[in-house]
Structure formats: C-alpha cells, structure tokens
C-alpha cells in the first residue's frame, strides 16, 4: 500500500492522511464488533496484542456510552505526529449519545519496505 504519508516532523501535529483513514474506520468497527485483531496481507499489517484487545473492549465498556462508526467528522480533530521512527496518532471515537466523545484510539503507523504496520496501542480518556 503505497500513500502519501506526513511529514517526518516532530515538531507539529498533522492530519491522518487519507489513506490510512479507511483502515482505521474498519478498525473502530472491529472493536464495535468485538472482532479486533491482528491482520496482514494485501499490503496491509494490523498488529495489536491479545491482552490489549481486552483491556480495549473494557475501556469502551466501562466509558457507558457506545461506540457508534467513525464519522467524516473524526478527522477534522484527530491528528498524528512523528515520533522520531514511526507516527503517533490520536483517533477521536464518538459514541451514541455524546457524539465526539472523549474517548481516543491511539495507534502507531510503522513504515514498513512495502506497506505500513498499524500497532494499534489502546482506547481510553487521556
């Protein structure tokens, strides 16, 4: 999967490019759908860890309000930055009630030779 990425600037916070934007959308379904795990192929790795996977569904469980599909308007507030080897990105969830909630997806994009590896990190309130 080739894209155009950010700026490898870590001064500054930056839009999450839109090709990454589909992938995470169908990751915030799969926690929705308690489906969440690990995936590679077609120019794509998802990584994330079995006991994070848990601790995710509980952090959303706990926080009350369920989540609801990452609507267009996620994007306008979520952000990534670069970290030196890899981006950071703050991925704004929004649930049934409140809409944009505090809840965020945090997840790591890992440049790899032929496509990149999101290392999805947790969901909680910063």
């Known amino acids: 999967m080739r894209c155009e990425v950010p700026d ?17 959308t169908d990751v915030v379904e799969d926690i929705r759908g308690r489906k969440l795990k690990p995936k590679s192929g077609s120019g794509l790795e998802i990584s ?29 507030t979520s952000v990534c930055r670069w970290m030196g080897s890899y981006w950071h990105l ?11 909630s505090d809840l965020v997806l ?8 032929n496509s990149p590896c999101f290392k999805i990190q947790a969901v909680h309130v910063p």
């Not at 490898?8 to 995470?24: F, M």
């Not at 994070?52 to 309000?65: K, P, R, T």
């Open 8 to 24: 490898k600037n870590e001064e500054i916070e930056q839009p999450v490019p839109v090709e990454w934007r589909g992938i995470l």
């Open 106 to 113: 945090f997840v790591d994009v890992y440049e790899r030779s």
């Open 48 to 76: 994330v860890e079995s006991d994070e996977i848990e601790l995710i569904y509980e952090s959303v469980d706990s926080y009350g309000d369920p989540l609801v599909s990452l609507p267009e308007k996620a994007w306008q």
């Open 90 to 100: 703050l991925i704004d969830l929004f649930t049934q009630d409140e809409g944009l």
